[in-house]
Nanobody, 124 residues
Framework: QVQLVESGGGLVQAGGSLRLSCAAS????????MGWIRQAPGKEREIVAA????????YYADSVKGRFTISRDNAKNTVYLQMNSLKPEDTAIYYC?????????????????WGQGTQVTVSS
């Protein structure tokens, strides 16, 4: 198993940027494909970005394409989410999650391990 801890959330004005980090501990980090999943009030959980075990391939939800960038540094056991041009609609709790599967999971239930989340609030 792997333990995940998110950081970097906060309050930012529309148009601003934030960089989220997810620090992993436990067995080898590179074993897992990773994803960032958010949940806003009144909405279902949404996979906003995901990355393969090697970092060679990525996936983004249409709502964040061109604005968010996911990356990972396996040497540092860390995955990042760079969020630019933030909108009030991006306000949510952002979770880092890991999956044992050998592909980028686009289904929330396929993620096996979760962090506790970090709050992102975007004001207009």
């Amino acid at each position: 198993q792997v333990q995940l801890v998110e950081s970097g959330g906060g309050l930012v004005q529309a148009g601003g940027s934030l960089r989220l980090s997810c620090a992993a501990s436990g067995r080898t980090f590179s074993t897992y494909a990773m994803g960032w999943i958010r949940q806003a009030p009144g909405k279902e959980r949404e996979i906003v970005a995901a990355i393969t075990r090697s970092g060679g391939n990525t996936y983004y939800a249409d709502s964040v394409k061109g604005r968010f960038t996911i990356s990972r540094d396996n040497a540092k056991n860390t995955v990042y989410l760079q969020m630019n041009s933030l909108k009030p609609e991006d306000t949510a709790i952002y979770y880092c999650a890991a999956t044992d599967r050998y592909y980028i999971s686009r289904v929330v239930s396929e993620y096996d391990y979760w962090g506790q989340g970090t709050q992102v609030t975007v004001s207009s």
